[in-house]
């Protein structure tokens, strides 16, 4: 029988004097991190030290910006951008004679010293792990790796001590919020799916993420993905609920692959399946992996997606926990609010609350990405600073460039300014700002971006991605855009800039479903904070940050350039002039404005 | 179909995090065995492997086993540092694998230093 074939599979398990976790997430597998397994137990074979040293395979470390990543436990030693030639060095220095290689090890922006412990290294220091609890320190396809770190313990507590509506009141009294983006109580979503006797019901997973930057989910269900059927198990035993569906985006094949792994050995162990460790409940999940419309995202065009029709949004009420999936009572959350279950029954809602803001309790996972020094996956109590995280976590601006903005909540949220930089980021605080804590993505931008750009790239995004059902978002959004484009080719009027606030605040107020209810976001928020580039826009017909092509003059400043002929080499056309000890000079019959010069230039010059 | 009971979880969690718990930190203990090359010569690898095998048939999940370089006294090899943590490490020489075992149950589990093997209290940096 097959939990018994593992029983025995356990007993022969092995002591081993060091574990090295390889991150086997989607970013540093891109990066070559299989082949460095490879290597690694090939040369650990032939040093005779296959006995002492295992290979562990991880899910996401979250160091994305420094993969492929593995750590050396038991010292906790961290090593980055390893490469398969580097490992028969490393395995003779540090795991046979025990030095580790200082020139594998960590070191930062300002900081001189190497960084041997990852405990040390400020990008983790500042971070705390709840829902990422297990990444990097369990290998995601073992299901008894994740069983010692407390795994399925929540489950066995729930099912044999607690009745569901105790379930519902420590969630409650968590102060949980839904991670998807509105942030919605998740006990109090779960009481109104209780509440509604009709069955069978349903608990659903939301892992479409679709915002441009943001991989939050694919991180959990990648590196942890027991804890979010852990926590789907925990809800259906809440709802009185015995089926589960995890829709999961299709671009995302490993995490589907190891969400499938999970389900078999949770099936395998009873975990999963009829009467779940004699409990005499039963709870199966299956995964449906959608096709990648971003509007799936929202919780009935999902629901209707899953059941095989198009994916557009329906008007609510009635809720979905009255009439979802196949019209039956649905709970629908998202991946890191299940991710974040299991620990919450575990250790008391209390405990959960203890962190946080007044309005928004425990952690955030947040995608840092953009013009930052430590790209990668981060999660930190709710309420800290923006500067937290963009200078100590993030690493603050690379290449001498100056902070300029950050946009938080993709499509749905706002481009922030340095002077919210000092905000404390929950789902209230980004509210009031015109913001959206969206699913979690954090672009970071410099100066060298434009602001009316970015919101025309948004725009663009969200009339791509709009179903077409409603007015507002399908033709508004196309105006918003129109007037954009209009503006980014120097034929603005100033009066474009009230058209907008005002469409802008139609679309909000009349659109059918989140998306459009958001989508003008993106543009109020850059018009509140980012005025007067508008204004440059139009009436100076000049584009501050060098970004719209249109308003690029393309000549050179004779007086900041410093004749290095930087722009030359970087010139595709041979449009550029230059000799030593002259300043270069554009020919513009030959430019084909792709601004190559304007980013290999590093004195501004070009204008 | 038998599935897992309670028990049973409960069984594997505390069997597997026998083997995991070395990447939570928390140690009581740490041993050192040196293996630069004149320790491998000398036989560091079969104290390697006796420390390994008495961790793992005595289930013990606080001690950390680390390897070092030569510790510059060569002729003394094989040679190990044992540290209680929070008390200053000691360093046995001229080991064998029953000597280690010796070691490992009185200095690392009881606690009492094996003075007929010990060269020195005190030892290299290592992270």
């Not at chain 1, 004097?17 to 070559?32: F, I, K, N, P, Q």
């Not at chain 1, 594998?104 to 709840?130: C, M, N, S, W």
């Amino acid at each position: 029988m097959p939990w018994q074939e593992e029983a025995r599979r356990l007993t022969e398990m092995k002591t081993y004097r060091t574990h090295l976790m390889v991150c086997a997430g989607t970013g540093c597998v891109s990066c070559g991190s299989l082949n460095l397994k490879e290597r690694l137990e090939s040369e650990l074979k032939d040093r005779g030290l296959s006995d002492e040293v295992k290979v562990v395979i991880t899910g996401c470390n979250g160091f994305c910006a420094e993969g492929p990543i593995m750590v050396v436990y038991p010292e906790g030693i961290f090593y980055k951008k390893l490469t398969p030639d580097d490992i028969p060095f490393l395995v003779e220095e540090h795991f046979l004679k025990g030095r580790p290689v200082e020139k594998f090890l960590y070191t930062g922006p300002a900081i001189k010293e190497k960084v041997p412990l990852l405990k040390d290294i400020p990008f983790f220091r500042h971070q705390v792990l709840r829902a990422l609890r297990n990444r990097g320190l369990i290998d995601a396809e073992n299901i008894d790796e994740y069983i010692a770190r407390d795994g399925y313990a929540a489950l066995s507590k729930v099912l044999f001590s607690m009745t569901p509506e105790e379930v519902i009141q420590e969630v409650k009294t968590s102060g949980l919020r839904g991670r998807g983006g509105a942030g919605f109580p998740t006990g109090l979503k779960w009481e109104e799916g209780r509440r509604y006797d009709s069955f069978p019901k349903y608990v659903i997973c939301n892992g479409d993420e679709g915002d441009p930057g943001a991989f939050m989910d694919r991180s959990v269900l990648e590196a942890d993905p027991h804890s979010v059927l852990e926590g789907m198990t925990i809800c259906g035993y809440a709802l009185d609920a015995h089926q589960g569906h995890i829709y999961v985006r299709a671009e995302y094949p490993l995490a589907i692959h190891r969400l499938n792994i999970a389900i078999e050995q949770a099936k395998n162990y009873g975990l999963l399946g009829k009467d779940i460790l004699g409990s005499g409940f039963d709870f199966d999940i299956s995964i449906y992996p959608g096709a990648g419309a971003f509007v799936c995202g929202e919780s009935t065009a999902l629901m209707y997606s899953l059941e095989g029709k198009r994916g557009m949004p329906r008007i609510k009420p009635p809720r979905s926990t009255e009439a979802g999936l196949w019209g039956q009572p649905t709970v629908l959350n998202n991946v890191e609010t299940f991710a974040n279950v299991p620990a919450i029954l575990l250790k008391g809602g209390q405990w959960f609350a203890s962190l946080g803001t007044e309005g928004s309790k425990g952690t955030k996972v947040f995608a840092l990405t953009g013009t930052v020094s430590n790209v990668g996956l981060i999660e930190v109590p709710m309420g800290t600073r923006l500067r937290t995280i963009v200078y100590d976590i993030g690493g603050g601006i690379p290449d001498k460039r100056e902070f300029k903005a950050v946009q938080i909540g993709g499509p749905s949220g706002a481009c922030l300014p340095t002077n919210l930089l000092d905000i404390e980021v929950d789902f209230d605080s980004l509210d009031e700002a015109g913001a959206m804590m969206g699913s979690g993505g954090l672009v970071v931008m410099n100066d060298s971006t434009c602001m009316v750009d970015t919101a025309r790239f948004f725009t663009d995004f969200s009339v791509d991605e709009s179903c077409g059902k409603c007015v507002p978002c399908r033709v508004g959004m196309k105006v918003m855009l129109n007037i954009l484009n209009r503006i980014a080719e120097g034929k603005g009027e100033m009066e474009d800039i009230e058209r907008l606030e005002r469409l802008g605040h139609h679309i909000k107020e009349s659109s059918h479903c989140g998306l459009g209810k958001t989508a003008p976001n993106p543009v109020l928020s850059t018009i509140r904070y980012f005025r007067k580039e508008y204004e440059a826009h139009i009436q100076e017909k000049r584009c501050p940050a060098l970004v719209c092509v249109d308003l690029i003059q393309f000549r050179v400043n004779a007086e900041r350039c410093k004749m290095c002929g930087l722009c030359k080499k970087a010139c595709p056309m041979d449009a550029i002039t230059w000799e030593k000890k002259t300043p270069a000079a554009i020919h513009l019959e030959k430019c084909v404005r792709c601004r190559s010069c304007i980013q290999a230039c590093k004195f501004n010059a070009i204008e | 179909m038998a599935k897992l009971t309670v028990e049973d979880l409960k069984r594997i969690k505390e069997e597997v995090r026998s083997t995991t718990v070395l990447r939570e930190g928390g140690f009581r203990a740490r041993i050192n065995i040196h293996m630069g090359t004149c320790g491998i010569a000398a036989g560091a690898r079969k104290l390697m492997s006796i420390v390994l095998k008495e961790i793992e048939e005595k289930k013990i999940n606080d001690v950390m086993v680390t390897t070092s370089g030569c510790a510059g006294l060569c002729s003394r090899e094989p040679m190990a540092t044992v540290e209680i943590l929070g008390t200053p490490p000691v360093k046995y020489c001229d080991l064998n694998e029953e000597k280690m075992k010796e070691i490992f149950i009185h200095h690392v589990l009881d606690g009492k230093i094996v003075e007929a093997y010990a060269l020195a209290r005190g030892s290299e940096t290592t992270y």
